[in-house]
């Protein structure tokens, strides 16, 4: 993913913030067991999360190792490590696939590219093993490769069937500015109905709950990301949902609106969730640590407007 699903360190306890790095060091070493060096390298904090709030839905038997480690210079700390580590390790490894080809496509990136070559047996492996999630990331992907082709007209319309009878797959997120708008929510459906389905590891009673927080966290990220990168992408020509609105005089309230209505979606399903392990940790993430680069976003441009008025 994009490493927006993340803690806020100045907010939760000392001792919470190290159980949270114990399960995202946990991860670290399932990759680098897994996948070596070059999986070790595509450890992110949103797929920490996924370990988290999984191992505390399914209350998972835990491991916890007392370990040495170059990234932590050397110190002995703990790292906890469950059946759902393993499982967040392979989705990791699937979506950064996915991502290091989508770089190469966008940016002819050479280091992407090669990146993409050296995972793809990998990938092939767990294509096999996860035939759902799998089915899906290719599905949506092409819609949304399909989405920036056309340069956002409305054809990701493909497999719409099967997640109708998902809660609110086919609701509109806010009343917005008419143009643009069908544009931004078809692209973050695309993406959002694949981090669903990452979000769903076993097909049970929780699976409808977990599909709808994943849906709108899915969403909420690829919409941070899109105004994250919208400077960028307009420079270089770039396909970003955001542009055709982003000259509007309410772009900025919009945009605040859009992600703060999506968040709320989304907590509401994470609420109802049984989860009491962890749940500091979690709602910390879902309640302010995604806010976290919103704000960094936001004191950039204030710094940048302030120095135009000078």
């Excluded at 191992?55 to 990234?71: A, F």
């Excluded at 793809?120 to 996860?130: N, S, W």
């Excluded at 309410?250 to 509401?268: I, K, N, P, Y």
């Amino acid at each position: 993913m994009f490493g927006y699903v993340i803690i806020n360190k100045s907010e939760i306890s000392g001792e919470e913030y190290e159980r949270f790095q114990s399960y995202y060091c946990g991860l670290c070493r399932v990759l680098k067991r897994k996948y070596k060096k070059r999986g070790q390298a595509l450890l992110n904090y949103d797929m920490a999360f996924l370990v988290i709030l999984l191992t505390s839905l399914y209350e998972c038997d835990t491991s916890e190792l007392s370990v040495r480690c170059v990234p932590n210079g050397g110190r002995q700390h703990i790292v906890r490590i469950n059946e759902m580590t393993d499982y967040a390790a392979d989705m990791n490894l699937m979506l950064a696939y996915h991502r290091c080809r989508d770089n190469w496509q966008d940016d002819h990136s050479h280091s992407q590219h090669v990146l993409a070559r050296l995972l793809e047996g990998y990938y092939k492996q767990l294509r096999e093993k996860y035939p759902r999630q799998t089915k899906v990331m290719e599905q949506e992907l092409f819609n949304l490769a399909q989405l920036e082709k056309h340069k956002g007209k409305n054809i990701c319309t493909k497999n719409a069937e099967d997640v109708c009878w998902k809660e609110l797959a086919q609701r509109q997120i806010l009343s917005a500015p008419k143009k643009g708008d069908a544009d931004i929510d078809s692209a973050a459906n695309c993406f959002g109905r694949i981090t669903a389905e990452v979000f769903v590891c076993r097909e049970d009673e929780w699976k409808d709950s977990l599909w709808n927080m994943g849906f709108f966290l899915g969403k909420f990220i690829y919409l941070m990301d899109a105004y994250d990168d919208l400077e960028k992408d307009r420079k270089r020509g770039s396909y970003n949902p955001l542009l055709p609105i982003a000259e509007k005089k309410d772009f900025e309230g919009f945009c605040h609106q859009m992600l703060v209505m999506t968040m709320a979606d989304c907590s509401r399903r994470f609420e109802m969730l049984p989860l009491v392990e962890e749940i500091g940790i979690l709602r910390n993430i879902i309640y302010s640590g995604i806010w976290t680069k919103y704000e960094t976003i936001q004191g950039k441009k204030k710094t940048v407007l302030d120095r135009q008025e000078k």
